[in-house]
């Protein structure tokens, strides 16, 4: 029996990434404290994994520009692990200087975005340099963790070999990765070729977690996500109200709205530990910060009638 015909889990954690990717692509600039307010929201509502900051240059991510402002903000909690994004070995070393708990490194599949997204010529480069990363944070007692970008197709190249994107799963899993995220970074996968990955990654990493990462841009995020849970991920990626984008990639548009995943969940009878009715909140609140409407579906609709 494949992973995808197996029982979905009955209890899936959700990594929040509103405040980095949620926020990353937005023309509207985000004071550190309105960053701050969003992370403290996300946690009261049962939020306990978050990306919070990306250590990039500010040159070419303005709105990531307070990454050390932001973390050295956020409530230091023993339940709450907070996650920071680098994409070299620069943007880790001023991570390092942080009490960010968790380390993210990002490969990207296809040499044109490696190229484009973080200045590396081709796509091994670019899982070298995860894999570096991982080797050199786990030696100074950080966890480190992988995504593996464009999974499901590059918005230059077209499709992308699963076999490349497993042989990255494998070369960053013997680096030390404590878990491995399936990306689909435009918005391209179906769930069926979702399910293919996971389960070629899973047979290829053995028990290490994996976790899924999708973009809503031709609205099949959430029907991905799904297949994701059945084929056997622990941790979905989201975004509070939709938010999010790729500076590098055209058109990628928003990510799954967390709100969007916990109803879809929460009706299937697996447990989040969160609050649906502060996320939509959440979700409202955000978009006003940003002038906005929220663009997921639940914040719109509401949660089950009562």
Known sequence: MTQAEDKPRSRIQICEVGPRDGL???TTMVSTEEKLALIARAIDAGIRRLEVASFVHPK???QMADAEAVVDGVEPRSDVCYIGLVLNMKGYERARETRINEIGTVVCATDTFAQKNQGQATWQESMEV???IIRLATRDGRSAQATIGLSCGCPFEGEVDPGRVVEIAKTV??????DIAIADTIGVGVPNQVRDLFDRVHDAVGDLP????FHNTRNTGIANAW??????AKTIDASIGGLGGCP?????????ATEDLVYM???AGVETGTDLAKLIELAHWAGSLLGQPAASMVSKAGGFPS
Not at 249 to 256: D, E, F, K, L, Y
Request: proline share 5%.
């Open 210 to 213: 994996l976790r899924a990462h």
């Open 248 to 256: 590098f990639a055209p058109r990628a548009t928003g990510n799954v």
């Open 173 to 178: 899993a013997d680096a030390g990765a404590v």
């Open 24 to 26: 990353q692509n937005e």
């Open 227 to 232: 297949a994701a849970v059945e084929a056997g």
């Open 130 to 132: 995860a894999a570096d």
């Open 60 to 62: 070419r991510v303005p």
């Open 265 to 267: 969940l929460g009706r």
